[in-house]
């Protein structure tokens, strides 16, 4: 058995979660917060047999596609002032982040 985490994009998460419930996988979602831009995140921890390991990717993939997004810059406070960008610029944003990490023990109760 393995576990599957997923972090993807607020924007393609009930996408997701549809894609994978049609398909008869279980998730549970954990809203959770990006590092870089700080904007909100699902984490998805989708527990399922080795064998349908490769099909809960394919899902994954090809619900959660990466976009361009303008961001607004971060005045530095107290940094150094040479690498600030005053306006805004474009990051890709989006697809996904997975982990597969093998599961010991699994119990329902």
Known sequence: MKLI???VQDQDSNRLMNALVEHNFRATKLASTGGFLKSGNTT???GTE???VE???????ENCQSREQPI????????NADAYIPYPVE??????????LPVEQ???F
Do not use: M, W, Y
């Open 5 to 7: 985490l997923a972090v």
């Open 44 to 46: 998805l921890l989708i």
């Open 72 to 79: 607004a810059p971060i005045s530095p406070l107290g940094g």
């Open 50 to 52: 080795d064998i349908r």
């Open 106 to 108: 699994f119990h329902t």
């Open 91 to 100: 990051v890709e944003v989006g697809g996904a982040t997975v982990f597969v």
């Open 55 to 61: 099909k809960a990717l394919q899902i994954i993939k």
